[in-house]
């Protein structure tokens, strides 16, 4: 048998030479599946290492180990490209978890995987930049925050926050302080409609409707009333702002019961005085025409002898007569003259000879009680003017009670001092005699509470009264330079409190040129008015002065102003520590500090520098000067 060479190499065992290469053919086919198969299961290790005289055997061959070179390939740009994805997606992984120390890869094989690393770390660079002006952005509203918290928190304003519809979000300090209420009990659980008397609320919620719908066109500030938690209405200037990009509200509240008071006392006392010059020049012309009745009235009675004339004439000479008497009462309320008849009086025996004078004038059905004190009271005035005063204010008493009451009284001596005065602006600091008379009638309310003093204003039958008594009373304790205070309940009753000042025997002129200084004074008192009129006097005077409303202000100002501080003046009563504390405080950060306490009633504590507030501005004033003056 002839052997034929094998295109693998060898020999075939054949007698026919194409059969033999169908059979070598086929075991390369059978070889290249094989190798397809392994490429296909990722082995792209495999190759053909042959080299065959056929062309087209050859040729699948070339192909076949073409085809594994670029599997090969394209499986390692393959693999590239996924550990290249999966190492970025665990660094966005890691970003996403907050761990801004992840860095992408930028060093790759592949471009797309390289510019997908240097984009993840770009913006992760960006984010990190807005995360950093975020981060600012939160502490510089956090500063702001608390501050505005501070601010909130020290403010001698009530603030109040509420949502759209009406419900309380916020309440600061002074707001609790103002209502009653506390933060706990306002917050989330009530409205701020809930603090409006009802009589206002109509008018209120109109108004806020209007300020949310034009901010720009309503105002923003005006008078209200508010109630507070036990039921008692203030009077407050109500500002209200709506708060930008939210639809809540904001409104700052300032109490202003205390300084409409005072307002309506200027006011009253203004109206008074008009009334008084009125009354004066009414009077002068009253007079004149009065003159020429009764003067021609009594050349005509000595000239007539008819007697039914005479009787006529004589009537007008009567009434003439009444309406000069009328015209000198009215005098007594519109100007003040020379008391003339005055002489010193003990009111003591006085008030108890005159109860024995009015008790069958009040009558049975009324109750007559006398408070005098033991003391022995000295007042210089006219007798006849103190019982105008006092009958006047009986009479007026017992007819408020027509079915019967009880009707009082009283007598006592005295002191006012700054704080009273400063809550007064019309009544001078000093010692008074006081007598009141109290009745249990129908009271008044308080619009004919502010005309009561007015001439010929009355609430009796036109028979019953002229409408001159307590004008008359007004006019006359004016004249003392005195003045009356009116306390009054519809149906509760009314008690008149007349003050007198006492005309003590006159002290050494102070000189008021030696109480000047330039020192500086620490002034701590947590009452607003009586601190205020302090410092005001002080710096009149020309001291400097640092104010603090409570101990751990007093103790920080001192702390900061030690060196400057020649004096501090400290109420003894003070919230949360007492004045004796904050004296003690203050001697602590320097043991050669001088401190003053200063009350408004006398007090007795060893080895402490006292002062009463009742003291004139000038007395008051010599007390700090000689405590700065003093060598310790």
């Avoid at 007569?321 to 009086?345: C, G, H, T």
């Avoid at 009283?410 to 009141?436: I, R, W």
């Avoid at 202000?553 to 003070?574: N, Q, R, T």
């Avoid at 504590?605 to 009463?612: L, P």
Wanted: charged share 30%; with cysteine.
């Amino acid at each position: 048998m002839e052997k034929h060479p094998c295109p693998f190499g060898g020999y075939l065992k054949c007698d026919n030479p194409d059969c033999e290469y169908r059979y070598a053919l086929s075991e390369v086919l059978h070889l290249c599946s094989d190798i397809i198969d392994k490429i296909a299961q990722g082995d792209c290790s495999q190759r053909i290492d042959l080299r065959v005289d056929r062309y087209a055997v050859q040729r699948l061959i070339d192909s076949i180990n073409r085809l594994a070179d670029g599997v090969a390939s394209t499986v390692d740009l393959t693999h590239e490209l996924a550990v290249g994805i999966c190492e970025h997606f665990d660094v966005l992984r890691r970003l996403q978890e907050g761990d801004f120390s992840a860095t992408a890869t930028e060093d790759s094989p592949l471009e797309i995987v390289r510019m997908l690393g240097a984009l993840i770390n770009k913006q992760k660079e960006a984010f990190l930049r807005y995360i950093d002006e975020i981060r600012r952005q939160n502490e510089e509203i956090i500063k702001i925050s608390e501050q505005l918290n501070t601010i909130l928190s020290t403010i001698n304003i009530a603030v109040l926050i509420s949502d759209e519809d009406m419900t309380v979000e916020f309440i600061n300090p002074e707001f609790e302080k103002l209502t009653g209420y506390s933060k706990e009990e306002v917050v989330g659980k009530m409205k701020w409609t809930d603090f409006i008397p009802e009589d206002m609320l109509s008018k209120m919620m109109e108004y806020h409707k209007l300020r949310r719908i034009s901010p720009s066109s309503v105002p923003a500030q005006y008078d209200s009333k508010f109630r507070n938690k036990k039921g008692q209405i203030r009077n407050i200037l109500l500002n209200v702002a709506m708060i930008p990009y939210t639809k809540k509200s904001i409104a700052s509240i300032i109490d202003i019961t205390e300084r409409k008071r005072i307002n309506e006392q200027i006011i009253h006392s203004q109206k008074m005085e008009a009334l008084g010059v009125l009354s004066g020049r009414i009077v002068h012309e009253f007079n004149n025409i009065l003159t020429g009745i009764t003067g021609f009235s009594g050349l005509l009675y000595n000239k007539i002898e008819n007697p039914e004339l005479k009787k006529y004439v004589e009537k007008i000479m009567n009434a003439g007569e009444k309406a000069r008497d009328l015209a000198k009462r009215l005098l007594l309320f519109s100007r003040k003259e020379e008391i003339r008849e005055a002489q010193e009086i003990n009111l003591n025996s006085y008030f108890i000879k005159f109860s024995d004078f009015v008790k069958p004038i009040i009558g049975r059905d009324i109750e007559f009680k006398l408070n005098i004190p033991e003391k022995e009271i000295f007042y210089k005035i006219d007798p006849t003017h103190l019982e105008v005063i006092l009958m006047n204010l009986i009479t007026n008493a017992r007819d408020a009670m027509p079915e019967g009451g009880q009707l009082t009284i009283g007598l006592k001596e005295l002191s006012l001092g700054l704080e009273y005065s400063y809550a007064h602006p019309l009544v001078k600091p000093g010692d008074y005699v006081v007598f009141c008379v109290t009745d249990t009638g129908t009271g008044m309310d308080e619009e004919t509470k502010n005309r009561i003093f007015e001439p010929f204003f009355t609430t009796k039958p036109r028979d019953k009264g002229t409408g001159l008594g307590l004008s008359t009373v007004y006019g006359l304790v004016r004249q003392y330079d005195g003045h009356i205070h009116v306390y009054s309940e519809p149906g509760k009753g009314t008690t008149f409190k007349v003050y007198l000042p006492v005309n003590k025997k006159k002290k050494s002129a102070i000189n008021t040129e030696a109480l000047k200084g330039k020192e500086t004074i620490l002034v701590v008192d947590d009452d607003d008015h009586a601190r205020s009129f302090i410092t005001s006097f002080l710096k009149e005077y020309g001291y400097n002065v640092y104010e603090a409303k409570n101990g751990t202000e007093a103790f920080d100002i001192f702390g900061k102003y030690k060196d400057e501080i020649a004096v501090s003046v400290v109420d003894l009563i003070l919230p949360e520590i007492s004045g004796i504390e904050v004296m003690k405080q203050i001697k602590t950060l320097d043991p050669q500090a001088k401190v003053i306490i200063m009350s408004g009633h006398p007090v007795e504590i060893k080895d402490v520098d006292f002062v009463e507030k009742t003291l004139s501005p000038e007395e008051f004033l010599m007390k700090i000067r000689n405590k700065i003056d003093k060598k310790d």
